[in-house]
Every structure is written in structure tokens, then in C-alpha cells.
């Protein structure tokens, strides 16, 4: 359980041994582990620098026991702060990305400028992708959103995916978190999986995007319609873009066979993400869209957040969740 405190096995184990005997000083901690004086030294000091343990300033040797209650709060209070600030940067590199693909959609001539290639129909595209995968040597990004994918897709991927797997790209995928409703294509991600790539799941996706050696990338041109058109990227600036959007979206990202998490007391996470899009002033079917779900599944969770909040309306339900501390407040 200490794991998902940050505690590694050796630190965790010298842990439970201080809590079990909490006179042991290092040479007694040591024997009772069978480990050596220098492993429990650091481990000790990790729990020192973790608020769970102190010190003394004269012999290090001699530890004493913070107040497990008090030592957690500290440890939890630390992890919240992290994810806090994790989840701001997120969003700001999110937000940038979302400018640059909403302006890239917007371009419609077909021939290259900048870096930019304009891509005009499914057949094109998949043409494109084909092409750029043949080349790819080492990794494979995408960002998959809508939700529960199409059979039809899911099985004319399979070849590609095999292809590229076998050849040991690193594949790394993210889906929208409400494919987890979705036996088939749960079933896929974890065929992908059983193949060696790697999948997570996040309640929101900006675009569906594809990235190819970090060299370079497809943007769909409508999000509501990735097979119209897309944008092919080459532009060495737009990739490093594109890839830290990646990378931070990965780190919040959950591994498919994780159990969805709570990021802020009873909240879960889409409930936190429907929450902050109702603020926005979203509609119904704008969320339901970014989430990859129904309006019904949308309005089943703000009915759910009314209650949870004690609120009667979805303004007071906003006004609420400042005030316990799921949303910003609003600066005048």
C-alpha cells in the first residue's frame, strides 16, 4: 500500500519495522532486517526527507517516529500539491495545442507550406498512414479519441498495429476513459497490449492525432470527422509541440487495467471533467462529444454532481464546487 506513497520496497520495510519497534536505531534495524547499515541509513533518510520519520541533528543514528497520522496528511497534502500542479501544466500545454490544431484545421490548400501538408479525404489519409508507418523505426504516438472505436476500424488496424509491434516501435496509446465501458474495444487495447504496446485512458482528448518517430505527425482536420481530412506535420517545431502535449497527457493518463481514480475527495475524475466543462458554459452535447459519450451519460452525471455537491442547480453546483475546492475561483 506504501507504494502509492511513494516508498520503495527497501524504505517501506525499514518503515514497517520502526513502526512495529520504535526504539530501533539503525544497528538494531539493520540486524532485524538483514540489511546493511548503509541501505537502512538511506532508506531512513528518504523517510526523513518524507515528513515520516525525524532525525536527530547529532547522530544521525538516532531516528524517532513522526506521528503515522500526521506523517500521511503531510504525504498526502505533498501528493495533492504535485498533481496540482502536474494537472496546470497539463492543461496550459493543452490549451496550446489546441490552438495550434484548431489553426491548423483551418488550413485547406493542398500543396505543402511550412512544414503543413493538407490531406483531403479518408482514402489519402489512410494512404498517408500507411506510408509514414513502413518508415517508422522506433515510436508510435497516438491520441485516440471518440470514445468506443468502430469494429471495422479496430479489426483494419490489427495488421498495421502487428506489423509495427513486431518490428519493436514502441507503441504508446491514449484513449477517452469511456472506452472502458466498451467490451470490444477494451478487448482491443488489450490485444495491443498482449502485443506490447502500451495503453492508458484520459477523460478528455483534444484531437485524434498520430505521431511517427517524432518526425512527423497527422492531425485530423475535424474532430468530429477525422476521415474529411487531415493536416500532415513535418515542421520540427509543431512535432516537439505536439509531443510534450503528449508526454504530459501520458502522465496523467491511467493504464488500462487501473481502476479509474479520484483526483479530489468523493470526485471522480470525468465527474471533475463534466464539472469544469459545465462552468465553461459547455453544452450538453459539446460534452458528451469531448468525452466520448451520450448526452444521457452526461446529464446522469450532472444530476450526480447536483447531489454530491447538496446543490439544486448547476450554478450553485459551481458556486459549491469552489468553495470545497474541485474548481478555481473565478477571478473578477
Not at 506513497?5 to 514497517?16: F, P, S
Not at 490544431?101 to 482514402?123: C, E, F, M, N
Not at 487495467?257 to 466543462?277: C, D, H, I, K, P
Amino acid at each position: 500500500m506504501f507504494t502509492r506513497l511513494g516508498l520503495d520496497a527497501v524504505t517501506e520495510a525499514v518503515y514497517r519495522a520502526k513502526l512495529d519497534h520504535p526504539q530501533d536505531g539503525v544497528a538494531e534495524l539493520a540486524a532485524r532486517l538483514d540489511m546493511d547499515r548503509m541501505d537502512v541509513r538511506d532508506a531512513l533518510v528518504r523517510l526523513s526527507e518524507m515528513a515520516l520519520v525525524r532525525m536527530s541533528g547529532d547522530d544521525r543514528s538516532q531516528v524517532r517516529l513522526v506521528d503515522p497520522r500526521l506523517g500521511m496528511e503531510i504525504l498526502l497534502a505533498r501528493q495533492q500539491a504535485e498533481l496540482t500542479a502536474q494537472q496546470q501544466a497539463i492543461e496550459a500545454t493543452r490549451a496550446a495545442a489546441a490552438e495550434l490544431i484548431a489553426a491548423y484545421a483551418d488550413v485547406t490548400v493542398p500543396h505543402a507550406q511550412a512544414g503543413l501538408r493538407y490531406l483531403h479525404g479518408v482514402d489519402v489519409i489512410r494512404d498517408q498512414i500507411e506510408l509514414l508507418s513502413g518508415e517508422v523505426r522506433e515510436e508510435f504516438l497516438t491520441f485516440a479519441p471518440g470514445g468506443p472505436q468502430a469494429p471495422e476500424n479496430m479489426r483494419a488496424s490489427r495488421p498495421l498495429n502487428r506489423s509495427l509491434l513486431e518490428r519493436g516501435v514502441r507503441m504508446r496509446t491514449i484513449y477517452l476513459d469511456s472506452i472502458r465501458r466498451d467490451q470490444p474495444t477494451v478487448e482491443h487495447a488489450e490485444w495491443l497490449e498482449s502485443m506490447g504496446a502500451q495503453v492508458r485512458t484520459v477523460p478528455t482528448l483534444p484531437n485524434r492525432v498520430i505521431v511517427f518517430d517524432r518526425r512527423a505527425a497527422l492531425i485530423a482536420a475535424d474532430a468530429g470527422n477525422t476521415g474529411a481530412g487531415a493536416a500532415l506535420v513535418t515542421s520540427p517545431g509543431m512535432i516537439t509541440l505536439l509531443c510534450s502535449l503528449f508526454e504530459h497527457v501520458w502522465q496523467s493518463a491511467e493504464p488500462l487495467g487501473a481502476a479509474a481514480r479520484s483526483e479530489s475527495g468523493s470526485l471522480t475524475r470525468q465527474q471533475l471533467v463534466v464539472l469544469r466543462m459545465m462552468a465553461d458554459g459547455r453544452t450538453d452535447e459539446a460534452i458528451a462529444n469531448s468525452l466520448g459519450v451520450s448526452t444521457r451519460t452526461v446529464r446522469r452525471t450532472a444530476t450526480g454532481l447536483l447531489s454530491e455537491l447538496d446543490a439544486r442547480s448547476r450554478f450553485q453546483a459551481g458556486v459549491r464546487a469552489v468553495q470545497l475546492g474541485h474548481l478555481p475561483p473565478t477571478s473578477d
